[in-house]
């Protein structure tokens, strides 16, 4: 071999090496636990002391959150765009009523086979996810949640119809910890259940497998073309989310001992929708602030002006579309700036 061909080859070699290397710091930085994560568990944590009256509403926005959550894996980093993530919360809301009134009501159990329940919906429609453009997969998914809601009111035999489902009580946790009546331990037990789910989708989004969907989302023929198995990746996105909502659901079911066709009705599906929207897709934890600032929103507006609540949160949607969230956070941020100046001048 010719010194020139060797040192083609050498080079080639290092800068192959380099670009592993680099891959290889990014992924590190990727998966690296971050400061603010740290902060958001441990404000939640102490929301527990901060705030011993306002237990119901902090459970509200933990059970929303995880739905959210679930719908972020599939619309922000596989790309899915979805009208009927409803149908999972639904089913997984009936499947923890039904097995608290039938065959025991430990909590846990009862949220376990809720998401085995809704992980096997997801994977069993998932296949009819996969065909078609955006606009085939809105209605697809529409559908499947409007067949859902519609099955739960005709099955009155075993769902209790439009009169919903009801003559259940839910036990202690692990029969030991009771849900007590100012909804605290309760609260803890959500809390945990957020934060083990939105690990495990952490541990699945910022990793290579999360790379991959990033490339699928972006051009999935040209991530196949490269040999990413493109059907695998969204089935298995697909599933892990339904098993995620059906928890979701699972959890308002031991808040409320009681389930209606609502879960499965259309507004469930739009409500995650406007969470992710206001929080922002495609890292997580636009979910988590989505929830809080949905839910704050609404039970503040709601006091104002209670027939017309909506309006002012499809007010802040349009904005957003409108102006944008990166231009919204600079102007924020120069106010602040500013801010110090103008009060030195005013004195």
């Given amino acids: 071999m010719s010194l020139p061909v060797q040192e083609s080859v050498q080079t080639g070699a290092e800068e192959q090496h380099v670009d592993q290397s680099r891959a290889h710091r990014l992924m590190q930085r990727r998966t690296t636990v971050r400061s603010f994560e740290i902060l958001i568990w441990l404000g939640a944590l102490a929301t527990v002391y901060l705030l011993p009256s306002k237990m119901l509403i902090l459970t509200e926005i933990a059970i929303l959150a995880l739905f959210a959550v679930s719908l972020d894996l599939v619309l922000g980093f596989a790309g899915i765009v979805s009208l009927g993530h409803a149908a999972f919360f639904g089913l997984g809301a009936y499947t923890a009523g039904l097995f608290a009134r039938y065959v025991t009501a430990e909590p846990v159990a009862g949220l376990l086979v809720a998401g085995a329940a809704a992980g096997l919906l997801g994977y069993a429609t998932s296949f009819l996810i996969l065909r078609g453009s955006d606009l085939t997969r809105l209605m697809t998914t529409l559908g499947i949640a409007l067949m859902m809601a ?65 490339a699928i989302k972006s051009n999935p023929v040209r991530a196949a073309l490269v040999g990413v198995p493109v059907r695998r990746r969204l089935i298995t996105t697909y599933t892990v989310a339904a098993v995620m909502a059906g928890f979701a659901g699972a959890l308002l079911t031991h808040t409320t001992s009681f389930v209606s066709p609502d879960v499965l009705a259309f507004h ?80």
Avoid: C, H
């Fill in 150 to 214: 519609e099955a739960a009111n005709q099955m009155a035999w075993l769902t209790g119809g439009a009169d919903g489902l009801s003559g259940f009580s839910i036990d202690p946790i692990f029969g030991l910890v009771p849900f007590d009546l100012w909804g605290r331990n309760g609260f803890i037990y959500y809390l945990v259940v957020l934060f083990l789910s939105t690990l495990v989708a952490r541990r699945l989004a910022f990793s290579p497998f999360g790379l991959s969907l990033k």
């Fill in 268 to 347: 469930r599906s739009a409500d995650v929708l406007l969470v992710l929207a206001i929080g922002g897709t495609g890292y997580l934890y636009g979910g988590i602030f989505g929830a809080i600032g949905f839910t704050l929103l609404k039970d503040a507006l709601s006091v104002v002006t209670p027939q017309y609540w909506m309006f002012w949160i499809g007010l802040l949607l349009v904005i957003l579309v409108l102006v944008g969230r990166a231009r919204l956070t600079r102007w924020v941020d120069d106010l602040g700036e500013r801010l110090p100046g103008l009060r030195g001048t005013n004195r």
